[in-house]
């Protein structure tokens, strides 16, 4: 059954939920969670769940603010399975709030972000969007990552928790042969709740690295990551188009768009990661 | 006559300067400056200014790591003329270098970033980037913009500060008729400097907002701006493109390419601005 947005009896809503560690007028409010492995992929947690884990703190801490407009965060450390302390710091209220939100283990940082919150329900309904969504093929004639190769889901854990499927030309590096071009599309959704916007700054950081269609095989570890979030998302499959256009001196440039059901771009994101070696 | 990269004799070197406030062995570092009057544009201080500004403070803190890699910036409050604050506190030390930086006025909080430096010089050769630079008529062709009309100068005394250059079909908006496509291009440089990876931090926000082309004149504050320095600038002249492809609900996202003279893609720059009113 697919619930309408949060869930609290959806798996991603029960893995990001987060222990208050005090009450809410501290300057700085303390959560504590968990990180389960089954979020994992090449040995660390997905910086996309990581970002929805502090998204969830912010919106605990600004709950009339409750979506994400603009997320920015620096990966400083690899997180691995098991205990989290979240802060979250409010640095400026307004329509817009913008907090200061960190996750740690061991008392050392591992993800440090700028996040700025409001209500995306109270936007003009003005579109002027010149961006055109991809045209993709059914999900049901795309590859389910899910399916991918042997090696691939050993490593990535990750791609039992959601369902996404890959465009046949977005698949040929699960066949040795990369297109070449630095292009990944396909579709995204939740088995057992709709999409909103917490959930795209999972999605922004979802897909494979866009490296694989490059013959870049590998973990291609997240540098920064900026997410905006631009409109509440109409429920069913979100369609994703992943793209680099600046592969240079062992960086690469990543960028994410997400268009929801209805043919509106609900999310940019753009990353900076390491080529892999 | 030009010099190379930083020049303590530059203007744009001399404004940006700090004054450390306390040792070197601070937690958190405190630097006060002075945001000049001539930086401004609609009443506040350009936003590229103030991210070099926060720049220098990082490059201050962490001096083995001088180059900015990933800047994230969330402008919380418009900054004018006066003295300025600015903190500066290391999250991560290593290859690249993490820094919590922000910039205030009057006790608050005007500008605050996210910073990753590192030393770009010593990254691999390889450059297999996909994007093209943009082709645009010589220098000589285009049209600066501090000869724009009266009404642009008067609000905007920043374009004083750097020579720039728009292509003829980026200036139309000055003469009432924008190309509503969306794009500026143009030419960049300082007077009496080379450009350098902190010079590109100011660069990287320096073209009127890409909404004039789409008829829509007036301020656009940013929300938020995530800048990406890939390489050191070779001297010149810098070429920039700066684009809007997601116009949606009072919000637009604006992303600007810089390309230096020996045609390398040397800075990426996203940012999230509100429409004009």
């Known amino acids: ?60 801490t600004v709950p009339d603010r409750p979506h994400p407009v603009a997320v920015a965060a620096t990966y400083v450390g690899a997180s691995t399975e098991g ?21 740690a283990q061991d008392g050392a940082a591992r993800i440090t ?31 389910a990552t899910s399916d991918g190769p042997e090696e691939f889901l050993r490593i990535a854990p990750l791609v039992q928790r959601f369902e996404m499927r ?7 590096w699960a066949l040795g042969q990369p297109s070449g071009t630095g292009v990944l599309e396909g579709w995204f959704r939740l088995r057992d709740r709709e999409p909103d916007p917490l959930m795209l700054l ?22 920064q ?4 979030v631009r409109a509440v998302p109409a429920p069913g499959w979100l369609a994703m188009r992943q793209s680099t256009r600046n592969l240079a001196g062992g960086f690469f440039e990543e960028d994410c768009e997400i268009w929801d059901s209805a043919g509106r771009l609900v999310a940019q994101a753009r990353q900076l990661a390491r080529v892999p070696r």
Chains 1, 2 share one sequence.
């Not at 560690?21 to 997905?46: A, K, Q, T, Y």
């Not at 990551?225 to 905006?228: I, N, R």
Request: hydrophobic letters at 40%.
């Open 202 to 223: 999972l999605a922004c950081d979802a897909m494979p690295p866009v490296t694989f269609d490059l013959g870049r095989p590998g973990w291609a570890p997240t540098v």
């Open 113 to 143: 972000a700028l996040a700025t919150f409001s209500d995306l329900a109270g936007l003009t309904d003005e579109v002027g969007t010149t961006a055109v969504a991809p045209v993709l093929p059914p999900p049901e004639d795309c590859v």
């Open 1 to 60: 059954m697919i619930q309408t947005e949060t869930s609290p009896t959806a798996e991603f809503d029960r893995d990001v939920a987060l222990t208050p560690l005090d009450g809410p007028d501290e300057p700085v409010r303390r959560f504590s969670g968990h990180l389960p492995g089954g979020w994992s992929v090449g040995g660390g947690i997905n910086g996309g769940f990581l970002l929805a884990m502090l998204g969830t703190a912010v919106r605990e």
């Open 83 to 103: 205990p989290a302390e979240v802060t979250a710091r409010i640095v400026r209220r307004g329509t817009l709030t913008t907090v200061a939100a960190e996750l």
């Open 225 to 228: 990551l900026t997410t905006h």
């Open 166 to 172: 890959l465009t046949p030309r977005s698949i040929g």
